[in-house]
């Protein structure tokens, strides 16, 4: 212990333990019972942060929330009712160390697969309502998700209801490989004959939306809004600084950015994202 | 060949690209520029094109010949600007009720800071949905390179032919041995993998049709192209616009 209070940070990422030494001493915290903020670096109780939707009470910064919070934190209460949820991912191609990984997402999110799909009302108006789960691979594409987003749109198509969209993915996944990428044009088509039927399709792009996911449904809904400070992209950071051998801007593909380039409508934060999406829903009621 | 082998083919420097597809195939192409929004994307080049006694709208990624036209050309790897191009173009086309036909090469659509800034994710976003209900037929051809979103963005059609050694990839396979192996030099095993043949993706029904490079006497290939688009393009007349667009849908539907 007395070792890691001399060793400097190597980089931004790696936690500097001033933080911690700040701490009275006689405070002893098991750590599972606090969080380290990335945004702010400090130390909340992790039962604050859950109270606060996650969102760290000293800096505002909206750490990841899993599918089943955030169903809960703008369902009306029991209102939710799951559609699919046994559907979990195969392995088409019989890629390597696949099924491992299917396993072991399962396992990590507690979810068959990276999206949640279901119907639900939202301050009284119903809805349709999918959530990606960003501990499942990364929220990425596979077979499955793109065939639940899909069937949601459909139904949404059939039934007249709006759709209400939360995104997280790093993108396509490669371990399906083509069959992957082709969930963006069906998912596409999908989201194309909704819209043209009058449906209302509303997205919350959360961190991180990336990659086939980013070009295609997240970018098509007709009314776009994003968690601050959220990072959506087409190409991550990483992958643009490695093609282009430069530094990039700040803020480059973060919520912000992209609000003021014009590619979405609002940035809404957690504690107002029930109001605002009950308030857009009630504006486009046919009824 | 291995899966690698056609990589390395559809990469070499000395294949044909697009604008030798154009000339070869069709009997005039009248060049057409700009996205009026922005600019004009030298790696997307579009127009109208003759086969016969048919107009069509030609879509495609050009990724240049001389070291000086490739630069130009940014290697076939389009902005917003030139997926926003493609979809003025096939507005266009389907106005005049003329079938769009795409040649598909590219490595990607571009990865850069212009790029993000002008949307790249939602530009390729709106072609899908867009050309999933184009009213006129659609036609794809991979000559290449298939870079994942920025093949498919021009590649939502009714059919997909794939030259014999061309690609079509979600990842390339440099990328995907890197992410997952953090091993580039795996590449090889990562082309395997990822069923990115022809041959892999006609019988996973992505592709409809592998055509044959005649041991490299392309000026065969394009004339098979000829009689063969013109086929394509009477048959597809003959169908009911709803129709069409119904085993659009369902070609992709199906894949899961």
Known sequence: MIKGLFKKPKNDLEPSVAGRIDKPAEVNIPHELCTVCPGCKKSVFSSDLQENDCVCPNCGKHLRLNTRQRIHMIADPDSFREFWADMSGSDPLGFPDYEEKLRAAELASREAESVVTGTVRIGKNPAALFVMEPAFMMGSMGTVTGEKITRLFEYATEKGLPVVGFTASGGARMQEGMLSLMQMAKTSGAVKRFSDAGGFYLAVLTDPTTGGVTASFAMEADVIAAEPDALICFAGPRVIEQTIRQKLPPGLGRAESLLKNGFIDKIVPRREQKKFIARMLRAHRKD | ?256
């Open chain 2, 1 to 256: 060949m291995n899966a690698k082998d056609h990589v390395a083919a559809a990469r070499a420097k000395d294949r044909p690209t697009a604008a030798k597809y154009i000339k070869g195939i069709f009997d005039e192409f009248t060049e057409l520029h700009g996205d009026r929004c922005f600019g004009d994307d030298p790696a997307m080049v579009g127009g109208v094109a003759r086969l016969g006694q048919s107009y069509v709208t030609v879509i495609a990624q050009e990724k240049g010949t001389t070291t000086r036209e490739r630069a130009g050309r940014n290697f076939g790897s389009a902005h917003p600007e030139g997926y926003r191009k493609a979809l003025r173009l096939m507005k266009q086309a389907e106005k005049f009720g003329r079938p769009v036909i795409t040649f598909v090469d590219t490595a990607g659509a571009f990865c850069g800071i212009g790029a993000e800034e002008r949307g790249q994710g939602q530009a390729i976003a709106s072609n899908l949905m867009e050309m999933m209900m184009l009213r006129v037929p659609v036609l794809a051809i991979f000559i290449g390179e298939g870079g994942s979103g920025g093949a498919l963005g021009i590649a939502v059609a009714d059919q997909v032919w794939m030259l014999e050694n061309a690609f079509y990839s979600v990842i390339s396979p440099e990328g995907c041995a890197s992410i997952l192996w953090k091993d580039p030099a795996r590449a090889a095993e990562a082309a395997e993998c990822l069923k990115l043949t022809a041959e892999d993706l006609t019988d996973l029904s992505v592709a409809e049709q592998i055509i044959s490079e005649h041991e490299g006497n392309f000026e065969k290939t394009f004339a098979f192209l000829k009689e063969a688009i013109g086929s394509f393009i009477a048959e597809k007349q003959q169908i009911p616009v709803e129709e069409l667009l119904r085993e659009r849908y369902d070609k992709f539907r199906k894949i899961q």
